[in-house]
């Protein structure tokens, strides 16, 4: 019951989406096939090549949400696995639609096959569509391909792709499914999967979790599972094992590959014939040096079912130029755009071969290596705002990692060409042509009105007391120490006001000695809230207009700007103190005789906004 194959219906567009959706309906109770699908929830669903339209998704998106959503004291009755739309003539109106189902089904959805369609990315509502789309894949765990060849996605969709790329966590494969077991015994009850798994991945990165022998025998295991027979077979085809459904055999499945999730998770992204020109490399380029390769990827989904899955796979294998982001062939690459994704390629494979050396090393655990090895990668430096120098080659934009080392220098060389295409797109296009550019620019106008606001000196005599008086023309004249205050006194509201002079006062017109029996000066105790102590060591007035602190304006800012769903709060602050920092106008005037584009592009690089910040 679990194939669902329409490719020979001689039906099309809104009815067949019907269809489609009746059939789906039928595994909820009461209708007769309910307790077969309670049986044998698996759906693999395909559509491909059928005139589908955005009207048959839309049928069918509602009718798969409904059926993967129900649940009752028996199980579930559908999960949906493989979902091929291939050639379906749909476009971005039915993104929204398909994220509704990638949402649903995140913890059991494996092959997502769009290709050969009509989505483009070209107006504001197109981007919209689209990174809600790809924000649903967040808690994908399983997702092994997404397939979106044959799709004119335009640079704006690879402008999209890579931000939203950039802000998901990074993957870490030291994590042991046993390891993940435990943690999540003790975590499930208090506040659901995507909260235990968020924080066991910053569990994870502070503690050892298995020695180099654990961690082999974990590889092994996880080989095993993935349909890797170390010996001889296909890492990408199934071991020929009796089948299990059912919530336990779910469970198991959730419990070895929960450990990873989203875009960076994903073995295969498949980008090819997509319409890329060298703006659509340029951003793939970030994307690519992050992104693990497919074979460590593999140990953390589950193998591909015999027949034509686990031979696409194979082939994208075969594929030696672009591995795990297949973005060949496409047409329109010209000789810099494939620079720079050859040179991205290799800076990759530098960087995670290094990772790989320095885990099979002895007596270290598996964190402490994979974090020896990223600080040999990475060079860290201040903010980008006090230092002209290139950003880094993992991501022009960071502030908080430095530049990648590469012993045969290929990073510099990737940063030389990616800054040729900037510069080129700066000249032929201008910055509005890159979202994060046009925001960074407009939140440097704007921060160019907060400066600090230059108090004047206050008077020598002020508050009763002489403070740091300087007589001009009198060297001879010093002055005086002030003397020490007096304190308070507690007196009734009757008592009349007398005059000190040191240790006399004047009581009705007559001096009197101070005596020892005068109260005792108040005295102020601290505060007793622990918010109180702490605001005020902190002042809340500052030399900013208004008093505000830094990170107020740099808030007020980025919302002006609409920088906050756009670059991260490293660049923002970046941003603010460029703008508040005049002697940065004399650095942007040095490049007065340059170009427009060249004088730009110093200005981005200066302020780290030359690409967007990707975690690491």
């Not at 779910?250 to 319409?275: F, K, M, N």
């Not at 004047?456 to 508050?463: E, F, L, M, R, V």
Request: net charge neutral; glycine share 6%; aromatic share 6%.
């Amino acid at each position: 019951m679990g194939k669902m194959n329409y490719t020979k219906r001689k039906i099309d567009g809104l009815k067949l989406g019907q269809v489609v959706a009746k059939d789906l309906l039928k595994r909820i109770p009461p209708n007769i096939t309910s307790k077969a699908a309670i049986r044998d929830p698996i759906i693999d669903l395909d559509v491909s090549g059928r005139a589908l339209t955005n009207e048959g998704v839309f049928e069918i998106a509602a009718a798969l949400v409904k059926s993967i959503e129900y649940e009752d004291d028996n199980g579930r009755v559908a999960r949906l696995e493989e979902l091929c739309l291939r050639d379906s003539q749909i476009d971005t109106a039915s993104l929204p639609h398909l994220a509704r189902i990638i949402s649903s089904s995140a913890h059991d959805l494996r092959d997502l096959d769009l290709s050969e369609n009509s989505i483009t990315i070209t107006t504001d509502d197109d981007a919209s569509a689209w990174e809600y789309f790809l924000k649903s894949f967040s808690n994908c765990c399983v997702l092994r391909r997404v397939d979106l060849s044959g799709n004119k996605l335009s640079s704006r969709a690879f402008d999209v792709l890579t931000r939203i790329y950039g802000k998901e966590d990074p993957i870490d494969l030291t994590l042991s499914p046993e390891k993940y077991a435990c943690f999540e015994k003790h975590t499930m009850g208090f506040g659901g999967f995507n909260q235990a798994v968020t924080e066991l991945g910053s569990l994870t990165r502070k503690s050892s979790i298995a020695s180099s022998a654990e961690k082999d025998e974990d590889d092994a295991e996880n080989m095993s599972l993935a349909g890797v027979d170390q010996k001889h077979g296909s890492r990408h085809v199934e071991p020929n094992t009796p089948e299990r459904s059912g919530s336990v055999h779910h469970a198991e499945v959730l419990q070895t590959y929960a450990t990873t999730r989203g875009l960076r998770s994903v073995p295969y992204l498949i980008l090819s014939q997509t319409a890329m020109e060298e703006t659509c490399a340029l951003y793939l380029s970030y994307i690519v040096v992050c992104h693990n390769k497919p074979e460590q990827l593999l140990t953390r989904v589950p193998a591909a079912k015999a027949g034509p899955p686990a031979q696409h796979l194979l082939a994208y294998d075969n594929e030696t130029r672009c591995r795990g982001i297949v973005y060949l062939p496409n047409s329109q690459l010209g000789t810099a755009a494939m620079k720079v994704l050859d040179l991205s390629e290799a800076v990759r494979e530098g960087l995670f071969d290094d990772l790989d050396s320095e885990e099979n090393s002895e007596e270290v655990s598996p964190v402490l290596k994979s974090a020896n090895a990223t600080r040999k990668a990475l060079d860290t430096r201040g903010s980008p705002a006090r230092s002209g120098r290139r950003q880094s080659t993992l991501s022009m934009g960071s502030t908080d990692h430095g530049r990648y080392r590469s012993k045969s220098g290929i990073s510099i060389e990737l940063d030389r060409a990616r800054s040729r295409i900037q510069g080129h797109i700066l000249e032929e296009f201008g910055p509005g042509s890159n979202h994060l550019w046009r925001v960074a620019l407009k939140m440097l106008t704007l921060g160019r009105n907060i400066r600090p606001v230059i108090q004047k000196k206050q008077s020598a005599i002020g508050n009763g007391r002489v403070e740091n008086l300087k007589l001009r023309n009198s060297p001879n004249i010093t002055s005086r120490k002030p003397s020490s205050a007096t304190p308070l006194a507690n007196r009734s509201p009757n008592q009349p006001i007398t005059t000190s002079f040191g240790q006399w006062r004047l009581d009705n017109s007559q001096l009197v000695p101070i005596t020892t029996t005068q109260s005792s000066p108040i005295k102020l105790s601290p505060p007793s809230s622990p918010l109180i102590s702490t605001a005020l060591k902190v002042p809340y007035r500052t030399s900013l207009p208004c008093g505000f602190p830094e990170e107020v304006w740099r808030r007020i800012m980025a919302i002006a700007a609409g920088a906050e769903n756009i670059m991260s709060e490293a660049q923002q602050r970046s941003v603010l103190r460029w703008a508040m920092d005049r002697d940065t106008l004399g650095k942007e005037r040095e490049s007065l005789g340059l170009k427009e584009g060249a004088q730009i592009w110093k200005v981005l690089e200066g302020m780290g906004c030359l690409a967007y910040e990707m975690k690491l």
